[in-house]
T-cell receptor
Framework: SQKIEQNSEALNIQEGKTATLTCNYTNYSPAYLQWYRQDPGRGPVFLLLIRENEKEKRKERLKVTFDTTLKQSLFHITASQPADSATYLCALRNDYKLSFGAGTTVTVRA | DVKVTQSSRYLVKRTGEKVFLECVQDMDHENMFWYRQDPGLGLRLIYFSYDVKMKEKGDIPEGYSVSREKKERFSLILESASTNQTSMYLC?????????????FGSGTRLTVV
């Protein structure tokens, strides 16, 4: 069966450090992978898309890698700030629809 | 600012009631989606639509139906609400024409069925 697995543990890090989140998938052959941010009680907000032929993508303090051989994406938040505290979701396109992982909650301590 | 608007933030309904959740987008997007989100289960796709009057079942369509009479509006209907439909419901839209394929989500409707 198809699965999208993200870090099951919540991530607590000190301000200024780099947070690294993992997204692993099985039985998908996605053309691209997306990352979203979700704050409590709100809908997810689209952050980044990385295509299967791209190894790495950056947007400000965010960096995403995509390894289709390992079937894994890594999401990095560099120089983290308390405002980065949220749940981060990865999503894969499958048959014209997007399937989401359960998310990883990040808390950045001042 | 482009947006997806869901008609209610919080809703409490009784078991057996017919419930309508409304979603409107102002971005002229072709595609619209309804998800539900439950702790530990993530977002699960209920129904989606790629065009007016068109609908496709997602992963968990049982107990739900949808209506898309106009491009900007996508309604989710709970035919006879049950307590296991208590959840956060999220509407989203997207456009393949934009190229980035990112979804724009509404703020969600937290539905409680008692």
């Amino acid at each position: 069966s198809q699965k999208i697995e993200q870090n099951s543990e919540a991530l607590n890090i000190q301000e200024g450090k780099t947070a690294t989140l993992t997204c692993n998938y099985t039985n998908y052959s996605p053309a691209y992978l997306q990352w979203y941010r979700q704050d409590p009680g709100r809908g997810p907000v689209f952050l980044l898309l990385i295509r299967e032929n791209e190894k790495e993508k950056r947007k400000e303090r965010l960096k995403v890698t995509f390894d289709t051989t390992l079937k894994q994406s890594l999401f990095h938040i560099t120089a983290s700030q308390p405002a980065d505290s949220a749940t981060y979701l990865c999503a894969l396109r499958n048959d014209y629809k997007l399937s989401f992982g359960a998310g990883t909650t990040v808390t950045v301590r001042a | 600012d482009v947006k997806v608007t869901q008609s209610s933030r919080y809703l409490v309904k009784r078991t057996g009631e017919k419930v309508f959740l409304e979603c409107v987008q102002d971005m002229d997007h072709e595609n619209m989606f309804w998800y539900r989100q439950d702790p530990g289960l993530g977002l699960r796709l209920i129904y989606f639509s790629y065009d007016v009057k068109m609908k496709e079942k997602g992963d968990i369509p049982e107990g739900y139906s949808v209506s898309r009479e106009k491009k900007e509006r996508f309604s989710l209907i709970l035919e006879s609400a049950s307590t296991n439909q208590t959840s956060m419901y999220l509407c989203a839209s997207s456009s393949h024409k934009q190229g980035n394929y990112g979804y724009t989500f509404g703020s969600g409707t937290r539905l409680t069925v008692v």
